[in-house]
């Protein structure tokens, strides 16, 4: 009976195929089967022409793969082939369920390596030319998810959204509650105010990137709901860290109410000051 192979949970990145890591690349390169998340461009899997390929991507409010089957065939393969990359969206260790895949290779002995990624995060911030930290402004920043799916995807909606304290923050998967984070930030945060600066970024790194750009009062007056695409992952940043400029930080009127028009909003492009 040969050995058993070797499973590398690898972080594609966040979108762009040329943002895998050097590491992540040569795994796909010599990859006997590759499990990919839904979001992965396709440009990344042309990386691994020599290997069975597998989407088991996992989209919310869609039907898509359980996860214990996701674990199962990773154990199966593991025991049939040497390589195998189990290829997820952004850095595997934040909101990709590698602690529940961990476990079940553990339990049945299957040895595997964890390869990081860029998360989207960090891209958006590239994207944006702006820190996440500011010195003075932000000194703590918080990434969050407010979806809590379970294996049927129904999103459990019982739970009060629950806001963290940093400077800066970031919320993955926030397109349906964008309006209501906002909201509850003015009510309760006292790190963020009326003319906190607020971006918003989908598709980020990639040829279909958008960015809109206002505070968070007009992201809790629900100016950005029909501006969202809903086949495209978007990207939540508030916090003054991200101002574009100091007269920014005094905000007007007019400026919220131009929150969707086309000068504020950019298709695969920079903000610059």
Request: with cysteine; proline share 4%.
């Amino acid at each position: 009976m040969s050995a058993l192979g070797t499973v590398y949970l690898v972080g594609a990145g966040p979108g762009a195929a040329d943002l895998i890591t050097v590491r992540g690349a040569k795994l796909l390169a010599k990859a006997d089967m590759v499990f990919h998340d839904a979001l992965i461009d396709p440009a990344m899997l042309e990386l691994c022409p020599q290997a069975i390929k597998v989407a088991v991507g996992k989209r919310c409010g869609k039907l898509s793969s359980a996860q214990e089957f996701i674990n199962k065939r990773l154990v199966d393969a593991a025991q049939k082939y040497q390589t195998i990359v189990r290829l997820k969206g952004g850095d595997p260790m934040l909101f990709g369920r590698a602690d529940e895949e961990i476990t079940a290779l553990s339990h049945a002995g299957i040895p595997f390596e964890i390869v990081p990624g860029i998360t989207a995060a960090l891209a958006g911030a590239a994207s944006l030319q702006k820190s996440l930290t500011l010195r003075g402004v932000a000194r703590s920043v918080a990434f969050v998810t407010l979806a809590q799916a379970s294996e049927s995807g129904k999103i459990n909606q019982e739970q009060p959204i629950q806001n963290p304290s940093a400077d800066t923050l970031v919320y993955y998967m926030g397109r349906k509650d964008a309006a209501q984070i906002a909201q509850q930030l003015l009510e309760s945060s006292p790190n963020h105010q009326r003319d906190t600066p607020v971006h918003i970024l989908e598709a980020v790194s990639t040829s279909k990137e958008r960015h809109w750009e206002s505070n968070l009062l007009a992201l809790a007056q629900g100016k950005a709901d029909h501006w969202f695409d809903p086949s495209s992952p978007a990207l939540i940043l508030i916090g003054q860290a991200l101002q574009t400029n100091q007269n920014d930080l005094k905000g007007s009127s007019s400026k919220v109410d131009d929150g969707l028009q086309n000068s504020l909003i950019f298709s695969n492009s920079r903000r610059r000051a």
